[in-house]
């Protein structure tokens, strides 16, 4: 069964930056696709961006330019790197990681923007 913690939420003003750390564990094959979703109350689930073991990223178009994600494979941990966040980026945003056991969730870390 695999683990997810993520860390780094927490509360910032309009403008300001956040980074967002995800240490996947317990999984005995590897991880796949790794990346982050965001839910607000009353809405689904969405993406915000994912990346794969090679590299090759993809973001939601309304975090483009501003959200980066990255990972380091030697230690199973996925980033995002959170700039210019606006009110509308608050949320609770999830980890989510692939084995080929499925897709696994960490607990979520809330963000939220507001002066």
């Known amino acids: 069964q695999a683990q997810l913690v993520e860390s780094g939420g927490g509360l910032v003003q309009p403008g300001g930056s956040l980074r967002l750390s995800c240490a996947a564990s317990?999984?005995?094959?590897?991880?796949?696709?790794m990346g982050w979703y965001r839910q607000v109350p009353g809405k689904q689930r969405e993406l915000v961006g994912a990346?794969?073991?090679?590299?090759?990223?993809v973001y939601a178009e309304s975090v483009k330019d501003r959200f980066t994600i990255s990972r380091d494979n030697a230690k199973n941990t996925v980033y995002l790197q959170m700039n210019s966040l606006k009110p509308e980026d608050t949320a609770l945003y999830y980890c989510?990681?692939?084995?080929?056991?499925?897709?696994?969730w960490g607990q979520g870390t809330q963000v939220t923007v507001s002066s």
């Open positions: 989510m990681a692939d084995t080929r056991y499925g897709r696994h």
């Open positions: 990346i794969t073991k090679d590299n090759t990223t």
């Open positions: 317990g999984s005995t094959f590897s991880f796949n696709a």
